[in-house]
């Protein structure tokens, strides 16, 4: 199995802060536990700007970092260069990173093989979800909301699958119940991605 860190403080860790936290990761670090990436894990040795510095990590350690909510192509280049192994694409409406199926598309055309191409969903119908992963050219998707354990193996039987889990004060317990829910289906997610806790309505962001 892999442990990946993605943080959006890029600067904090690179110079390897720990934000104010007396954890050695950042506050805002997102975990992901996945079985081995459809295309782009990489081992870094830390050749990556974003990781090199950082004391908590050993030398050799397969670190997979996804980027979201890019929308052109001067972000989608930064990022590559940045060292992301994968690239999250937001096809959520009421976000104000969503891109457009088009935009989407041409920008996936420009990734090279190294890096994978992910999809953002969060409550939309299934049909869409494959319809856009298919016509996009997306290698993964990311269910961010409240789908259904059905709804999410549809998708997981045609795309490896990133399950979003907000934490909340009972912490990583529900994470038993819902792999349980996906074993029972004959199914494994390729990752689950902890996010931090909901406030309101708002899904990820945080």
């Given amino acids: 199995r892999v442990f990946g860190l993605a943080c959006r403080r890029w600067a904090q860790w690179e110079h390897g802060s720990s934000v104010g936290s007396p954890s050695p990761y950042p506050t805002d670090c997102r975990l992901v536990r996945s079985h081995a990436p459809p295309q782009s894990l990489s081992r870094f040795r830390f050749s990556s700007p974003l990781l090199r510095h950082h004391p908590a990590l050993p030398e050799d350690v397969p670190v ?11 972000a ?41 191409p992910v999809g953002l969903f969060c409550n939309q119908q299934v049909e869409f979800v494959l319809a856009t992963a298919h016509e996009c050219g997306l290698q993964m998707v990311q269910l961010h909301g409240d789908e259904s ?24 317990a529900p994470l038993g ?30």
Avoid: H, M
């Fill in 149 to 172: 354990i059905s709804d999410a193996v549809r998708v997981a039987r045609e795309y490896p699958l990133l399950r979003s889990l907000n934490w909340s004060p009972a912490g990583l």
């Fill in 64 to 74: 997979w970092i996804k980027i979201c909510g890019i929308r052109d192509a001067s």
């Fill in 76 to 116: 989608l280049q930064a990022a590559v260069a940045a060292g992301a192994t994968a690239i999250g694409f937001n096809f959520v409406p009421t976000s104000s990173r969503v891109v457009a199926r088009g935009v989407a598309r041409s920008l996936v055309a420009e990734l090279p093989p190294t890096v994978t």
């Fill in 177 to 206: 119940p819902c792999l349980s829910e996906f074993s029972a289906s004959g199914v494994t997610p390729w990752g689950i991605l902890i996010d931090g806790p909901r406030v309101g309505q708002q899904t990820g962001g945080t």
